[in-house]
Structures are given as structure tokens and as C-alpha cells.
């Protein structure tokens, strides 16, 4: 028997992305792998602000199902952190290609609203931030994850901030 994951309990029940054990288990593998091999890889933090109500159901799912779409590499790994946060390892990449998962992202989510609001004349905002870094002995996996939870509550406590991805430095 195969076994498969797509089925399994490793995904989010309410979304369909992983959660956040499965992600933390490949993030903590990925983030050795990248110091050994010297590349750089990138986590972001998705926030969507959506209300689900009886007449629009499933909303967060629909929503997710387009976020997904815009990460066109197998390697790239979206997940479910909690009720208001999702995460996105961008592995093997530099600042170049993960301004474009950015781009492309921020274009689906653009196009979700769009349908969204022929619909219910309203848009789901959110907040996209995120962290570049190259994985070092003395770089710590936790600190990374910090540095992006820190700048997600900036973004939100500052309408004006509008920076999303800073580098994490050894």
C-alpha cells in the first residue's frame, strides 16, 4: 500500500493546506539542508482577514485554494500556523524570485477580490510579510520565525508600513 499525504493528517482540515506540524517538521529539514548546500530560502506570513458567514461558506478555503495556486514550485510549501496566520516556505530562492511568488500572490489575491466583490461589494484585506535569509550556524531557525512574526505585528499596528520582506543577517 502507498501511502499518500495528500489524504492525510497532515493537512488542515477546514483549508486544505498543510498544518503547522507538517510544516515545522519540513521547514526544520529544509532549513539543515540550505546550510549545508549554502543556498537562501524565505518565509512569509500570509494574514487574510476573512469572516466566513451562512451565505458565503468555505470562504477561507476558496481564498487558499487561490494562494496555493499562486506557489508554482512542488518545493514551495504553504501551511496553516492558527486561526489568523498561514505560512509560506520559499526554498532555494533568492530576493529576486521570492519578490515574484510575492507578485504572483498578491495578482491571485487581487483577482480573488475582484470576483469577491461582484459578489458581496466587499474585499478580504490582509497582510503579506516576510524574511529572506541564508541559514547559518549562527543563524537560529527561531529567530527567523521572530523576525517575521515582529514584522507582521508592525505592519498591522502601522497601516503605513509597507515594507514586506527584509533580510535576516548572521
Partial sequence: MIYSFSNSGFRDPETGVYNQTYFMEV?????????RD???LALLYLCPHIHE????????????????????????LLARLDNQSFALGIFETDETGTKIVIDRLEHKIADFNQAFQANSHSEI????????????????????????????????SNSAFNETLIHLRS
Fill in 27 to 35: 521547514f526544520n529539514r529544509e532549513w539543515h539542508r540550505h546550510i
Fill in 38 to 40: 549554502h543556498q537562501s
Fill in 53 to 76: 458567514t451562512i451565505s458565503q461558506p468555505q470562504l477561507l478555503e476558496l481564498f487558499m485554494k487561490q494562494v496555493q495556486d499562486a506557489l508554482m514550485r512542488t518545493s514551495d
Fill in 125 to 156: 484585506s490582509y497582510e503579506l510579510t516576510g524574511c529572506i535569509c541564508y541559514p547559518s550556524a549562527n543563524v537560529y531557525l527561531e529567530t527567523l520565525f521572530e523576525t517575521v512574526e515582529q514584522q507582521t505585528m508592525k505592519m498591522r
